[in-house]
């Protein structure tokens, strides 16, 4: 099974179409929406981590630029600038899914990837903007 992250931004006209339920039952993936702002008549954005076979993926990306989706990869990772950062631990505080921790002697941080789900908030509450999202 493969899996993607990917970024939808929905324009106002698609807000309301069940996107998510083509995905499922016309290439059965099984997505899971990490994060997603979407309001009637407005544009919108989903972060969705869809499981499935490669091909069905590919379909499926298809599918959604079709329907007029623009459809980008997300976020790849959290980037740490060692040299800035001084373990204060307010990224850490910010982190609901608990991808980023205070390491045991709370020295560094431990990041871990499959928690994340690219909000920003520690790259917003970082002071020394040690902490960036790369693509």
């Not at 099974?1 to 059965?28: G, N, W």
């Not at 919108?44 to 079709?66: D, Y």
Request: glycine share 6%.
């Amino acid at each position: 099974m493969a899996r993607r992250r990917l970024d939808l931004t929905f324009p106002p006209r698609q807000a309301t179409k069940p996107i998510t339920y083509h995905l499922v039952q016309d290439f059965h993936l099984v997505p899971n929406i990490l994060r997603a702002q979407i309001q009637p008549g407005q544009q919108g954005r989903m972060l969705v981590e869809v499981t499935g076979k490669k091909e069905e993926i590919e379909a499926g990306v298809a599918f959604l630029e079709k329907e007029g989706l623009t459809v980008s990869a997300a976020a790849s990772d959290i980037v740490l600038d060692e040299d800035r950062c001084v373990v204060c631990g307010l990224c850490t505080a910010v982190c609901k899914p608990g991808a980023l921790t205070l390491g045991h002697e709370r020295d560094t941080l431990a990041f871990e990837k499959d928690k994340c789900v690219y909000c920003e908030a520690c790259v917003l509450a970082c002071p020394r903007r040690a902490v960036t999202l790369t693509f």
